[in-house]
C-alpha cells in the first residue's frame, strides 16, 4: 500500500500471512529499503514497486498466486474477459506478462510494460498481481481474475467459454470510462475499433478450447497405459476393459493372439451385464 510518493507498507519476508497484524507490517522505500522498524519487505516487493512506478494513481497492489488463474499463467495465456461486470472492473482483458524470474528489476519490467493499460495482470509461469486505488478493490480484482479463470478451466470440456458479443463492449467500456477506478479504466480502448489495433496484448491467447459454434464433440479416450494382466483371469480381464472403454492398445491386440476374439468378449460382456440384470 502506497503511504506517501516514497513509502511503502507491505506484509513483510518471512511469515505466514495468517499471521500479520497491523503492526507488524514493513514500511520500505522506493527502491525496496527498509524505510522504518526492523521488518523487511519481501524479495517479490520489487514486482510492486514495477506497478507503483508507472501508475502514480495506484495505491494499493495485490499479488498472489491463486491456482486456476495460475494455471492459466503457467500456459502463457491470457483472459478475454467474457463476463459483462469484469468488463467494467478489469477491462476487455486480462492479459499475461512476458516470462522473467520474479525479484529485481528485471522481474517489475513485464509489468512495468503492462501495467499503464491494466489493472490485472497474470505473470507468466508465477501467479497474478492486481492493482487499485484501494486495497478494497485490488482484492476485489483479484478474485474476479481467480473467478474468471475458474470458470474459463471449467467451460472447457463444454465447449469453452463464448466471447461477449462485439456490440455490447463499447458500453461497458465507456462504463470503465466514467466510473473513477483509475488510469487504466480511463485508457482502456475499444476492442471492436482501430483503436485497440495501437494497444494490442502481443501475449493474449485464446481460450484453450474454442469457443461455442466452433467446438467438435469431445472425443474421449482411455487415460493411461493399457490394463494389466491379472492373476485371476489369465489376462482376460486387460482385454475386457479394453472392449468395454473402446481401446484399440495393446491389451485388445494381445488378447487376438492368444485365441480370445472381441467380437467373444463383447458377447461375454453383454452376457454379464443382461445376467446382472436379470
Known amino acids: 500500500m502506497r503511504l506517501a510518493d ?16 497491523a503492526e507488524g507490517l514493513a514500511v ?39 491456482p ?8 502463457g495465456r491470457g483472459i478475454k474477459t467474457f463476463l459483462a461486470e469484469a468488463v467494467v472492473s478489469l477491462g476487455p482483458e486480462v492479459p499475461v506478462t512476458a516470462f522473467a524470474l520474479p525479484y529485481g528489476d528485471e522481474g517489475a519490467a513485464p509489468i512495468r510494460d503492462l501495467m499503464p493499460r491494466f489493472d490485472a495482470l497474470l505473470l507468466c509461469q508465477h501467479g497474478v498481481i492486481t ?14 481474475v481467480e473467478h474468471m479463470a475458474r470458470i474459463q478451466t471449467l467451460a472447457v470440456p463444454h465447449g469453452g467459454v463464448k466471447p461477449l458479443p462485439d456490440e455490447i463492449l463499447p458500453g461497458l467500456i465507456a462504463k ?4 473513477g477506478l483509475g488510469l487504466a479504466a480511463e485508457r482502456t480502448p475499444d476492442p471492436t475499433s482501430s483503436e ?10 485464446e ?17 493411461g497405459p493399457a490394463p494389466a494382466r491379472d492373476a485371476w483371469s489369465g489376462g482376460a480381464s486387460e482385454a475386457t476393459c479394453g472392449v468395454v472403454y473402446g481401446s484399440s492398445g495393446a491389451g485388445s491386440q494381445r488378447s487376438a493372439t492368444e485365441g480370445t476374439s472381441n467380437a467373444e468378449l463383447t458377447a461375454e460382456v453383454e452376457h454379464a451385464i443382461k445376467r446382472h440384470l436379470s
Open 207 to 223: 481460450s484453450p478450447v474454442p469457443a461455442s459454434g466452433g467446438a467438435s464433440e469431445p472425443q474421449w479416450t482411455p487415460a
Open 68 to 75: 486456476y488463474a495460475t494455471a492459466l499463467a503457467c500456459t
Open 176 to 179: 470503465r470510462r466514467k466510473a
Open 131 to 144: 492493482v487499485g486505488p484501494s486495497v478494497e478493490l485490488a482484492l476485489l480484482r483479484m478474485e474476479l
Open 196 to 205: 485497440a489495433e495501437r494497444h494490442e496484448s502481443p501475449q493474449l491467447s
Open 28 to 66: 520500505a522505500d522506493g527502491a525496496g529499503q527498509v524505510a522504518e522498524g526492523a521488518l523487511r519487505p519481501p524479495s517479490e516487493f520489487a514486482l510492486h514497486l514495477g506497478a507503483y512506478s508507472v501508475r502514480p494513481d495506484i495505491r494499493a497492489v495485490v499479488h498472489a498466486h491463486p
Open 6 to 21: 516514497d513509502r511503502f507498507m507491505v506484509t513483510p519476508t518471512a511469515m505466514s500471512k495468517a499471521d500479520v497484524v
